[in-house]
């Protein structure tokens, strides 16, 4: 079965606002986790990682937080903008594991 | 660099028939992997190669096979085409199999009529 998973298919927003996309996970053994953003017609990119001896990091406008207590991901994006829609996946490696493990998606829609 | 490169981008296939998707890194990195995307759906790993000379099964790998032709090339064949195996496939490539940033293709799209 799954083991990361997206609270909501979609998010809308206006260009401006501030996005917050979460992800739960189930295997507490899980130790490094990616976020990342696949527009139309292309492959996922990636944006940003943490590990597990983490709760938080931060790049250019995005920031990842990390609550191992309840197994929770999110992905905030500061100041969101159109060339921001896309689906964003969050993934995972279990520790010992051989490849990540990825939940189903989000579709982030920016309107101006 | 052009990263992770595969081939063909789009294919027509009839049922039962085979063909061999083609993926190159030029990241020298240690591990490939073969995913597959359905609408609605994340990513899942069909088969992958933690260095070169050794493959291995992951989620999804009936129907599929694989072969790790040297440390730049990982491909992937369907032997019997099934309209199942209609899908977008993604190669990517990482240093290791644990704790790395995995870097994707650009896909190929496949069409089992």
């Known amino acids: 079965g799954e083991s990361v998973g997206l609270h909501l298919p979609t998010l809308s927003v206006q260009e401006g606002d501030n996005s917050i996309i979460n992800c739960a996970y189930s295997?507490?053994?899980?130790?490094?986790f990616i976020w990342y953003k696949q527009e139309s017609g292309k492959g996922p990119q990636f944006i940003i990682d943490?590990?597990?001896?983490?709760d938080k990091r931060q790049g250019q406008r995005v920031t990842v937080l990390l609550n191992k207590t309840v197994k929770h991901l999110s992905l905030q994006i500061a100041a969101t903008q159109p060339g921001d829609s896309a689906v964003y996946f969050c993934?995972?490696?279990?520790?010992?594991?051989?490849?990540?493990?990825f939940g189903k998606g989000t579709t982030l829609s920016v309107s101006s | 660099n052009a990263g992770v490169t595969q081939t063909p981008k789009f294919q027509v296939l009839k049922t039962g028939q085979s063909m061999t998707l083609q993926c190159a890194q030029d990241?020298?990195?240690?591990?490939m992997y073969w995913y597959r995307q359905d609408p609605g759906m994340g990513l899942r790993l069909i088969y992958y190669?933690?260095?070169?000379?050794?493959?291995d099964k992951g989620e999804v790998p009936n129907g599929y096979n694989v072969s790790r032709l040297n440390k730049r090339e990982f491909s992937l064949r369907l032997e019997s085409a099934a309209p199942s195996q209609t899908s977008v496939y993604f190669c990517?490539?990482?240093?290791?199999?644990?704790?790395?940033?995995?870097?994707f293709g650009e896909g190929s799209w496949l069409t089992v009529v």
């Open positions: 943490i590990r597990s001896n983490m």
């Open positions: 190669s933690a260095s070169e000379g050794t493959t």
């Open positions: 295997n507490s053994a899980s130790d490094y």
């Open positions: 990517a490539s990482s240093e290791g199999t644990t704790g790395n940033t995995i870097y």
């Open positions: 993934a995972e490696n279990k520790s010992g594991g051989t490849a990540l493990i």
């Open positions: 990241m020298n990195h240690n591990s």
